[in-house]
């Protein structure tokens, strides 16, 4: 419910299979939406060309008997984008003004990192940027 995919199959709420397009307009026999509009699917997609970009997640769980749960485990996100500002900033604000994960996750850190394209044949990381072309 709060991330609007099953934990089984990650399929949307409202589909069988993970890449089945979730229908936000879907209602149940109540009338009330299948995939709750604050839930984390429907807060973070983007209709907007202007504002897709590519992610990555670790997530990681380690021993630490300090915890009542034992454990310290999280998830690293990853957000590649050639210009955070217009791409990741507005998703990540929509997340902030309402996200029903946002009960269970403590931000600890941030970064934002210049990534260089790859190595051209013959060249070395970086080369486009400190050569003139
Ligand atoms: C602990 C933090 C987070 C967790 C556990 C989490 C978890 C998830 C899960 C389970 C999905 C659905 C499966 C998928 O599409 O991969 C998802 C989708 C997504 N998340 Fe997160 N997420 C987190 C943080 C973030 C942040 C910080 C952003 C961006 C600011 C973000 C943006 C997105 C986007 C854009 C989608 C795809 C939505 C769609 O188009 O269906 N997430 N996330």
Same mark, same amino acid.
């Given at each position: 419910?709060?991330?609007?995919?099953?934990?089984?199959? #990650?399929?949307?709420?409202?589909?069988?299979?993970?890449?089945?397009?979730?229908?936000? /307009?879907?209602?149940?026999?109540? /009338?009330?939406?299948?995939?709750?509009?604050?839930?984390?699917?429907?807060?973070?997609?983007?209709?907007?060309?202007?504002?897709?970009?590519?992610?990555?997640?670790?997530?990681?769980?380690?021993?630490?008997?300090?915890?009542?749960?034992?454990?310290?485990?999280?998830?690293?996100?990853?957000?590649?984008?050639?210009?955070?500002?217009?791409?990741?900033?507005?998703?990540?604000?929509?997340?902030?003004?309402?996200?029903?994960?946002?009960?269970?996750?403590?931000?600890? /850190?941030?970064?934002?990192?210049?990534?260089?394209?790859?190595?051209?044949? /013959?060249?070395?990381? #970086?080369?486009?940027?400190?050569?003139?072309?």
């Amino acid at each position: 419910m709060i991330v609007g995919r099953r934990l089984d199959t #990650g399929a949307p709420l409202t589909g069988r299979a993970e890449r089945d397009e979730p229908d936000f /307009g879907a209602t149940d026999r109540f /009338g009330f939406p299948v995939i709750d509009p604050a839930s984390h699917i429907a807060r973070a997609r983007s209709t907007d060309p202007a504002e897709r970009f590519l992610r990555r997640a670790y997530n990681y769980t380690e021993p630490d008997p300090r915890r009542t749960t034992g454990e310290d485990s999280g998830l690293v996100f990853l957000a590649y984008a050639a210009d955070p500002a217009r791409q990741f900033v507005p998703v990540q604000q929509r997340l902030d003004d309402l996200d029903r994960l946002n009960e269970w996750v403590t931000t600890i /850190g941030s970064a934002v990192y210049a990534v260089p394209p790859a190595a051209p044949q /013959g060249g070395y990381t #970086g080369q486009s940027l400190l050569e003139e072309s």
